[in-house]
């Protein structure tokens, strides 16, 4: 397998049968056997299953069968079930849970597709990070340059797409969780609408913002992934019931009509130059003159941090008590001051966040999209603690979410586009969407695709 190529490719080559199924996943496997030690973004390579689906894969293709996917490696970011090991989230305890009893329903619903699961990604401890730095199995390296951050708490899934491991893979979002990664990897990465994607059968953090989607190298590919994971699930109760509405097909349609405008306000404060100097890049190739600004959005991003804290909390309050000592330190202390916010400040920011919906509606009344940095900077050095951002001294984990918390606090869908400024490291933008409106971001960062404006290029190993 070129490490270059696209699922897309890929896929085109199994089925026209030019390349088999098993091939590429040896292929794929020997990559990850030769520089993941570098790099840290798998926990489990399943290499024997992998290798038993890509035959199934090759049989298939032999019998005529329809496999849109087919011999495409991806990998998962290890709070996905996955059949026969445990289901991690990061942690030290999880690790003693019994193995999932059978894969998550995004996993089958790839596999349907001829897509081969190769293993399962380091992240975050229990996702309550933005560095990709675990305490237990170690930093995940940004493969543009080791000495720097993958971003979490998606760190291997970001890594691994870069890395040129596999060309697909899954990640979750709750306060920014793929469009950090995307950003900082130099990647497409797509938060789709809350409630769009089933999260059954993946460990939670939390439920009232907690999405999941992929990461990857080309704008088709995350469509493909999309649509391959779309529909409804009643074992997740917030998964809508909507109709599939496929966006492939449509990535190639006009842009002209559209109305875009650039966040200004919260989103143009507290940023590095380089963060205003991509949106900028994207808006001017976009014609996108318009600036307007978000009511509230930093209000919005507080509230966002309460709902986070309060909610994780409650969902590892036994595990506190029981084992604080063997969680990660900064994520521990996060949870227990999180336990200790009083219950009229959740009730006051769920009230907020119905009002900032509101008023986030009504400007997708006068638009169609709009741009944001997803990062205030590019990554930061592996260890760092704090940066520098508007003159002020800043801790690095809980600020790289600053434009993307008040986006995810409402479940709008993101595109997350790369932007390579001068050479250096990548630095991405948020092309954001009205609710349901996947397609449009997905059309926009197309464009911005092929016209060179975005690229995601795999990292010099």
């Not at 085109?12 to 056997?33: N, P």
């Not at 009232?208 to 990461?215: I, K, R, V, W, Y």
């Not at 930093?298 to 986070?308: E, K, L, N, S």
Request: glycine content about 8%; proline content about 6%; overall charge negative.
């Amino acid at each position: 397998m070129s490490t270059a190529a696209t699922a897309s490719e890929i896929a085109a080559d199994v089925r026209a049968r030019r390349r088999t199924a098993r091939s590429l996943v040896e292929s794929s496997l020997a990559r990850i056997d030769a520089f993941d030690g570098k790099i840290n973004s798998f926990t489990d390579v399943l290499s024997e299953r992998a290798l038993k689906t890509a035959d199934s894969v090759d049989a298939g293709i032999v019998r005529g069968e329809e496999l849109p996917l087919a011999g495409v490696p991806f990998a998962v970011k290890n709070l996905f079930d996955v059949a026969g090991i445990p289901t991690r989230a990061g942690s030290l305890i999880n690790r003693e849970r019994e193995p999932a009893a059978q894969d998550s329903i995004l996993i089958r619903r790839l596999e349907a597709t001829g897509a081969v699961l190769i293993g399962a990604l380091n992240m975050g401890e229990y996702a309550y990070d933005f560095t990709g730095d675990n305490v237990h199995d170690g930093a995940v390296r940004n493969p543009h340059n080791a000495d720097h951050m993958t971003g979490g708490s998606s760190s291997g899934s970001g890594a691994a797409v870069a890395a040129g491991f596999v060309p697909i893979t899954l990640g979750s979002d709750t306060n920014g969780s793929i469009r950090v990664p995307a950003s900082f990897c130099g990647l497409f990465g797509l938060k789709p609408t809350f409630g769009r994607l089933s999260r059954a059968r993946t460990f939670p953090f939390v439920a009232s913002l907690d999405h999941l989607g992929p990461l990857a190298r080309s704008v088709a590919d995350l469509a493909a992934a999309y649509d391959a994971m779309q529909g409804p699930d009643p074992e997740d109760p917030v998964c809508a019931d909507r109709a599939l509405e496929p966006v492939l097909g449509t990535l190639g349609e006009s842009i002209r009509e559209l109305k875009i405008a650039t966040l200004g306000g919260h989103f143009a404060r507290m940023g590095e130059a380089d963060a205003y100097a991509a949106v900028a890049q994207v808006a001017d190739a976009l014609g996108a003159n318009d600036t307007i600004e978000l009511p509230e959005a930093t209000r919005a991003r507080a509230a966002a941090y309460v709902i986070t804290a309060a909610e994780g909390a409650a969902l590892h309050l036994s595990r506190l008590r029981e084992r604080a000592a063997d969680f990660d330190p900064d994520v521990r202390d996060r949870l227990l001051a999180g336990a200790l916010i009083p219950a009229a400040w959740t009730a006051a920011a769920q009230k907020l966040r119905r009002w900032y919906r509101e008023r986030v509606l009504e400007v997708f009344e006068r638009y169609d999209v709009l741009l944001a940095p997803a990062t205030p900077c590019r990554a930061p050095k592996i260890g760092q603690k704090t940066f520098t951002l508007d003159g002020q001294e800043l801790l690095v984990r809980p600020n790289i979410g600053i434009y993307t918390q008040p986006i995810s606090f409402v479940g709008l869908p993101v595109v997350a586009v790369p932007v390579w400024l001068d050479g250096g490291l990548p630095i991405g933008v948020q092309v954001i969407a009205a609710p349901w409106r996947e397609d449009v971001a997905l059309r926009v960062a197309n464009a911005l695709e092929r016209g060179g404006v975005c690229r995601a290029p795999v990292a010099k190993l």
